[in-house]
């Protein structure tokens, strides 16, 4: 019962009571009741105190229960006052089990056991044979400590492993696919694609390897031909980054309209043609690897403005974006221009050179390894012979005096295209390779020809311009002309198609446009 009373100084007072009566008689006949009035103020108080901390266990127990790591609450004898359920799934036991007991006697664990005796210790140690980490910290009220809590890592740890796992799992893919995008996409030759014997070149290739390993940017310089390409290729497979993208951009076949948006991407919208989303430029897909800036020397001048700035930052910015986007690429660049005379001449920027011209390598041409040639023909016999399906042990002894003081001005690759073309035209019995088969390198002038100096006849299919007139002019005027009677006769043997010349003259197509421009008959 509730009981209302007033104070004398006016206020009011509710108690909350027990009442209980007790009726007085005298002869069955109540006389008095005596009334007991017990005050439960204060138990009532306590018994919301109760209800409250009752409240309060259950969401401690609930939040306890949230949490991945296993948590147990100590007194200062060991006992456990409060456990959560990571903690008897981690044991093995019921909470049931488990409250209220000694935690030696219902843990087996011998670590946990150990570390609760102690106060502020993490150990990473193992917990039913998981790896966990440990940690006990005490519990104090004022100064006092009143037990300890020990919070025990394990699930998160798991969870963690479980994750590296995935990770793991995924890193393997794409290293496989990384793997498969290298086979098809990448470059096709390392070091030991490049076939040799001259000392020179052994020299030069030892030097590339042991740049390939370095950061700084390389330039390849030679005669069309002579295997830069090939060079960039094995540089960047014996690289660091050989994982990564090999971009080859020819800057003599990109047209000069397209050439910004093709090496630096555009933003969607940023021309008129331009693709809705925009398209990352051959910088930023050779991120991490390499790019091979082939006939750099033909690299429009508006945009070798571009290309150094990009080399100095490492940045790119997409035609009509704002936004620069860090790349990480090393540059290879290759050219068979003499880059100081366009220098001089205006058509390439200095500055732009000497960041290019940090490790520059020079590839002889074949005439000046002249021990090569043998070694080479064997090698695109046999490379033919497996295509072709052929059996050609090699070449007679005048086939290969004749290819030997042959000038090569097409270098490797006429070279191989001869080859290719001689193993085309022969008949199927034939075992080895005769003079006769290469009757196109014969000059009616005969061999004294091929003692010539061989930049004076730069190509054998020019026999009416090496003359005895040629002979007596300027050294330099002969080249030329020659030159231009060969090109104008390979066009004429390939009915006008430059592509077919380029061929059988062994130049690559953009050094036929180049001379063709040049001698102004493009
Ligand atoms: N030392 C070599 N060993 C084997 N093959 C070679 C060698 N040098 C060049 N070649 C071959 O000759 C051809 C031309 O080589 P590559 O394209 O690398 O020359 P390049 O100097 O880059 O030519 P260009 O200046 O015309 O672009 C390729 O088929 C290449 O495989």
């Not at 993490?122 to 100064?143: L, Q």
């Not at 940023?270 to 930023?284: I, L, M, S, V």
């Not at 068979?336 to 001089?344: A, E, K, P, R, S």
């Not at 064997?378 to 030997?404: C, P, V, Y």
Request: hydrophobic share 40%.
């Amino acid at each position: 019962m509730t009981l209302c009373i007033k104070c004398l100084n006016g206020c009011v007072l509710r108690l909350y009571t027990i009442v209980s009566s007790v009726p007085i008689l005298n002869q069955s006949k109540v006389e008095s009741v005596i009334f007991i009035i017990h005050d439960m103020t204060e138990v009532e108080k306590m018994s919301e105190e109760l209800n409250s901390t009752k409240q309060l266990q259950s969401t401690l127990q609930t939040v306890l229960d949230l949490a991945y790591d296993g948590i147990v609450v100590l007194d200062p004898n060991g006992v456990i006052m409060l456990a959560n359920q990571a903690f008897s799934d981690l044991i093995g036991k019921s909470l049931m089990e488990l409250l209220y007991k000694p935690i030696a006697s219902v843990v087996e664990d011998q670590v946990i056991c150990r570390l609760a005796r102690e106060l502020n210790k993490t150990e990473a140690c193992y917990v039913a044979d998981h790896p966990a980490i440990v940690s006990v910290v005490p519990m104090k009220y004022g100064d006092k400590v009143q037990g300890s809590v020990m919070k025990i890592t394990v699930s998160q740890l798991d969870q963690l492993r479980e994750v590296i796992l995935q990770l793991d799992d995924l890193k393997n893919q794409l290293d496989y696919y990384k793997n498969q995008l290298h086979q098809y996409n990448g470059t096709r030759y390392d070091f030991d694609s490049i076939i040799t014997q001259d000392e020179n070149l052994l020299k030069l290739k030892a030097e590339c390897r042991q740049a390939a390993h370095g950061i700084s940017n390389i330039l390849i310089l030679g005669e069309s031909g002579t295997g830069k390409e090939l060079f960039a290729h094995a540089i960047h497979n014996a690289s660091p980054r050989s994982r990564e993208p090999f971009v080859k951009v020819n800057c003599a076949a990109i047209p000069s309209d397209l050439a910004e948006s093709e090496l630096f991407g555009y933003e969607p919208g940023a021309f008129t043609g331009a693709g809705r989303q925009g398209k990352p430029g051959k910088f930023e897909l050779a991120n991490g690897g390499t790019i091979f800036l082939d006939e750099i020397g033909d690299m429009p001048l508006i945009l070798q403005g571009k290309l150094l700035r990009t080399i100095q930052d490492r940045e790119v910015e997409r035609v009509g974006g704002t936004r620069t986007r860090t790349v990480d690429v090393r540059i290879i660049a290759a050219t068979n221009n003499n880059l100081i005379d366009l220098v001089q001449q205006g058509s390439f920027r200095k500055d732009l050179y000497y960041r290019l011209n940090v490790v520059t390598f020079t590839i002889p041409p074949l005439r000046l390894r002249r021990d090569d040639i043998a070694l080479l023909v064997d090698h695109f016999i046999q490379k033919f012979n497996n295509f072709m399906g052929r059996n050609i042990s090699g070449l007679t002894t005048t086939a290969a005096e004749l290819l030997k003081k042959y000038a090569w001005p097409g270098n490797v690759r006429e070279l191989e295209n001869v080859i290719e073309r001689v193993m085309n035209l022969i008949s199927k019995e034939k075992q080895r390779l005769d003079k006769n088969d290469f009757s196109m390198l014969l000059a009616p002038e005969s061999s004294v020809e091929f003692n010539v100096e061989p930049n004076v006849k730069s190509n054998i299919l020019s026999n009416e311009t090496i003359n005895k007139n040629n002979r007596s002019k300027d050294y330099r005027t002969a080249m030329v002309e020659t030159e231009k009677q060969v090109i104008i006769e390979a066009l004429e043997l390939a009915s006008g198609n430059k592509a077919l010349a380029a061929r059988k003259l062994g130049l690559s197509r953009s050094t036929l446009y180049e001379k063709l421009r040049k001698y102004g008959f493009g």
